[in-house]
Nanobody
Framework: AQLVESGGGWVQPGGSLTLYCEASGFTFSNCDMFWYRQAPGKERELVASISNIGGRTNYKDSVKGRFAISRDNAKSTVSLQMNSLTPEDTAVYYC????????????WGQGTQVTVSS
């Protein structure tokens, strides 16, 4: 199983970035998908999630209305559109897949850095 993130980088406050995660080696449509982030000196936190069926989404309160998670089961990809970015969004962002029937089975990507600064 492999998850490969891309799309990170540097952006000024107020800017936008879209993160992408491409999955391989497992049945993507059987998994709920998540984006986590970890800022320096802080614990990893859940940012957004999307269910495998129906595409139900959930967001961390601080990103509601700014971030949007989406998935394409045909392409085995999940995206995170991030708008109105602030320096507090600076972190390494990780893609995570959990088998919908059993969250014990979980796969992680290597992470992609997002830096928001002027």
């Amino acid at each position: 199983a492999q998850l490969v993130e891309s799309g990170g980088g540097w952006v000024q406050p107020g800017g936008s970035l879209t993160l992408y995660c491409e999955a391989s080696g497992f049945t993507f449509s059987n998994c709920d998908m998540f984006w986590y982030r970890q800022a320096p000196g802080k614990e990893r936190e859940l940012v957004a999630s999307i269910s495998n069926i129906g595409g139900r989404t959930n967001y961390k309160d601080s990103v509601k209305g700014r971030f949007a998670i989406s998935r394409d089961n045909a392409k085995s990809t999940v995206s995170l559109q991030m708008n109105s970015l602030t320096p507090e969004d600076t972190a390494v962002y990780y893609c995570n897949a959990k088998l919908a029937r059993n969250y014990r089975y979980s796969f992680w990507g290597q992470g992609t850095q997002v830096t928001v600064s002027s």
